[in-house]
């Protein structure tokens, strides 16, 4: 007994040293928030670095987290944990407090995204390759159930894309080669209700929740059109909206497909990106009716609003892809063209907007500019950087 | 003999003009340009995605001529953009191999 006392006191000592000698970076300082917290994708190196932004500063780095080509983050409702969906079909939860991984599991040959569930207990999976959505406890990263996106007579498997939490604890997802989305229900358990809408249009490439919650829409790329669905009345089925956006008559290449996520909505209007060309549309929400084309730098990829809504920021498809614009949601014109770095990937605002954390890949840095000066407060050396995501979005619908 | 000779020297002239053609910077563009933009849709290591996988394995029976098209016109009702307003047929043939070789980060 006073042996093994001994020892915990030389333990409590060795630990009490380490949290010394350790004092800036571990988790032995104080207890901490994880409010200003955030992760940075690296794309090329499968690693993230663990961010805040209060003081602009990387707490920690975390390696090993496979091909983090197109990589998405979703986190845990106590926004502790992040989820990281790699492209090669892994998916890991990691504790950004201690900068460890907690749980990793492949769970496919190719995916692309995921979603938390309403209540925080489930984790969905978007799958290309078996095509379909996996469905894990948020806990323990097990199995909960497999939704193979099947149609055709011949029984096919589709790519799916656009995968979203909705309220009422559903996902909602698009198939990209059957032309489907569909409404899976898991507030009866673990055993999922699924309502499939055929024919919704050609290849759906991605979707979005309004961040009310209330509707999803699918962009697609076979045709001009959007699909919609109003999740408060399910029953009605999936209308097309905008039926002039899209690529039109004239079809141009697109270099780098636009993101629907992060769509951006002002209480009137919605911004979007114009498929191929330079130009933001604007559309009256009430309506869904396009209002007015802001000539944009580029092929718009993100079109982000700043929280608020007063300015709206975009970034543009590879070769023009060293630029981001601003433009002023009042006035509908471009105020601030910034040039970032080399190949800018993602945008991502602090909860309240003061800041927007930019990622230049090519650059190898993420820089963070404040929103109302556009003066660059702190460049970050990052490897490959890609997707920035900060934790207020466990507390947000879609995201 | 001779004129094997020449040949020869003739084919290895154009290789080495094919290559010389291609700086190392340029290379290294295009290596970055196949991994991180081609592999935004065919994975960063081509085991595919939206688009579909280009590994050595996938590929061995596809023609050569066939896939420099396929980059430079693009895919009609796919995706794929034509990239001939941005690389040369010279790149896209040095791209494409690359592919067949093996693309590593």
């Not at chain 1, 104080?30 to 190196?45: C, F």
């Not at chain 1, 933001?280 to 580029?298: Q, Y």
């Not at chain 1, 614009?325 to 991502?348: F, R, Y």
Request: hydrophobic share 40%.
């Amino acid at each position: 007994m006073k042996r093994l006392a001994k020892v915990v006191q030389q333990q409590t000592r060795t630990l009490f040293l380490l949290c010394i000698s350790l004092l800036a970076v571990s988790a032995c300082t104080t207890p901490r928030g994880t409010g200003d917290m955030g992760v940075v994708i690296e794309r090329a190196t499968g690693s993230i670095q663990v961010v805040e932004t209060t003081h602009r500063t990387t707490l920690a780095k975390v390696e090993g987290l496979g091909d983090l080509s197109h990589a998405s983050v979703v986190y845990s409702r106590d926004a502790r944990y992040a989820y990281i969906f790699g492209r090669d079909g892994g998916l890991t939860k990691v504790d950004i407090l201690s900068g460890q991984i907690t749980k990793r599991v492949m769970q496919s040959g190719n995916s692309i995204g995921g979603a938390v569930s309403q209540d925080g207990k489930l984790i969905a999976v978007s799958n290309y390759k078996p095509g379909g959505v996996k469905v894990f406890n948020a806990a323990t990263l097990e199995l909960v159930a497999n939704i193979p996106a099947v149609y055709g007579e011949a029984s096919q498997q589709s790519k799916t894309v656009g995968l979203v939490d909705a309220p009422g604890q559903r996902f909602v997802f698009s198939l990209y080669d059957a032309g489907e989305i569909w409404l899976v229900d898991f507030s009866q358990g673990n055993m999922p209700q699924i309502t499939r809408y055929k024919n919704i249009g050609k290849l759906p490439y991605d979707g979005l929740i309004t961040p009310d919650g209330r509707y999803y829409i699918a962009g697609l790329f076979g045709e001009d059109g959007l699909a919609l669905l109003d999740l408060w009345h399910p029953e009605k089925g999936v209308k097309r909206i905008l039926n002039d956006y899209g690529r039109g008559k004239q079809k141009l290449p697109v270099y780098k497909m636009p993101h629907l996520e992060g769509w951006a909505m002002t209480e009137d209007y919605a911004f979007l990106p114009a498929v191929g060309r330079y130009e933001v549309l604007v559309a009256n929400r009430r309506d869904w009716k396009l209002t007015k084309s802001i000539e944009v730098h580029g092929q718009p990829v993100f079109v982000m609003a700043q929280p608020g809504g007063r300015q709206i920021w975009v970034s543009f498809a590879h070769p023009r892809n060293d630029v981001v614009q601003v433009i002023d949601t009042e006035s509908m014109q471009v105020i601030k063209t910034l040039t970032p770095g080399k190949a800018v990937l993602h945008m991502e605002f602090t909860p309240r907007g003061e800041q927007v954390w930019i990622s230049a890949r090519d650059s190898n840095e993420v820089s963070v500019y404040d929103t109302r000066t556009f003066e660059r407060l702190k460049t970050l050396p990052m490897d490959k950087p890609s997707g920035i995501f900060f934790t207020d979005r466990a507390h947000r619908i879609g995201l | 003999m001779a004129r094997v000779m020449l040949g020869l020297g003739l084919f290895a002239w154009l290789l080495v003009a094919t290559a010389a053609e291609l700086s190392q910077q340029r290379r290294d563009e295009l290596h970055n340009l196949l991994l991180q933009d081609c592999g935004s849709c065919h994975g960063m290591t081509m085991k595919g995605g939206l688009g579909p996988a280009l590994t050595p394995k996938d590929l061995q029976n596809k023609d050569r001529e066939m896939l420099i098209v396929t980059i430079l016109q693009g895919r009609h009702g796919t995706p794929m953009p034509p990239w001939s307003t941005m690389l040369s047929r010279n790149e896209v043939e040095w791209l494409v191999d690359q592919l067949y070789e093996g693309v590593t980060p």
